[in-house]
């Protein structure tokens, strides 16, 4: 007579059990592409659950519209159930999935991706925008200002570093039970990028030249910690490039002696790098923005071995 009550008392214990087990893991929020990639790095193989809180291919520029929009229903559930979320803040003031995701969940913690908040480690450094006001009006161009998320300074190696020493020190303390991996993986990271980083130095010590343009605002950090010579920073969408420009483009790039050209890969045109090799230039197509899918470790990889094959090419 008392067995069905007792399985049922069972089968009550267990999916408390579950429940409470569910609960306990640590869940994390993030919203930006380079944040996700890190804290999935950092967190594989562990008991942290990462959840991005937008599209990943959906633009940083986009992205308070999204939450405060159609992504506002997505985003109260995920925030309601998370530990933390991940922003970068300190260099972009204007990032909204905290406050966002704040309105769901007082108690819901900030890791600054840049900037540890206890200041327990060195934070980046924020880079000034590259605004020279005489190149953009050498070409007709209105200057477009870069904010900080997209100077990216996960695209250096040394800056991305700093990040993930930030990061994983702060998911420690939310899940001291994961540690072990946690440091076991930091520990892969950042081997693998003390080699690329003597790796990259040693190649482009033999380079005749490293005078360097960017068309885009990603790869100020890059150019700083490679030691490229960076002459230039020109921030405009492909449309803007047409015939007049890009000639005015080859010409300025012949007479101030540039060697290396730094483009985004996903938003480069094929008459763009046209008009940079004409020029007796190297164009160098980089991971910028659109990193989706990529690891840290490839997209630091893809970036340095670029950037060596053109130093060797370069007139």
């Not at 409470?20 to 990639?37: G, K, R």
């Not at 924020?126 to 007709?140: A, R, S, V, W």
């Amino acid at each position: 007579m008392f067995k069905p009550a007792l399985a049922i008392l069972t089968c009550v214990a267990s999916c408390l059990m579950a429940s409470m087990t569910f609960a306990s893991d640590t869940h994390i929020l993030t919203a930006h592409p380079a944040t996700y990639a890190i804290a999935r790095s950092l967190t594989h193989e562990t008991s942290i659950k990462i959840t991005p809180a937008a599209p990943l291919k959906l633009p940083a520029s986009r992205l308070y519209s999204y939450l405060a929009g159609r992504g506002k229903t997505k985003l109260i559930p995920l925030a309601q159930t998370a530990n933390a979320v991940i922003t970068l803040h300190s260099l972009w003031p204007d990032d909204p999935i905290y406050p966002h995701s704040r309105r769901s969940n007082i108690r819901i913690v900030p890791i600054d991706a840049a900037q540890p908040l206890d200041q327990a480690l060195p934070g980046i450094a924020t880079m000034p925008p590259d605004n020279n006001p005489d190149l953009y009006e050498h070409f007709n161009l209105a200057p477009m200002p870069a904010n900080g998320e997209q100077s990216a300074p996960w695209l250096s190696p040394t800056a991305l570093g700093r990040i993930v020493d930030i990061v994983a020190r702060d998911l420690m303390s939310l899940s001291p039970s994961d540690t072990a991996q946690i440091e076991e993986n930091l520990a892969a990271i950042k081997h693998e990028l003390l080699v690329q980083k003597a790796k990259t130095d040693q190649a482009l010590a033999n380079a005749d030249s490293l005078v360097t343009l960017a068309l885009g605002p990603h790869f100020g950090y890059l150019a700083a910690d490679l030691g490229l010579e960076l002459v230039g920073t020109i921030t405009a969408s492909s449309r803007e490039w047409d015939d007049a420009r890009l000639s005015l483009l080859s010409q300025w790039i012949a007479e101030e002696d540039v060697a290396l050209v730094l483009v985004d890969s996903h938003t480069v045109t094929p008459a763009m790098l046209t008009s940079i090799k004409a020029s007796g230039a190297q164009p160098v197509s980089l991971v910028g923005a659109a990193l989706n899918t990529l690891t840290p470790i490839d997209w630091i990889e893809q970036n340095v071995a670029a950037i060596e094959k053109a130093s060797t090419q370069s007139e």
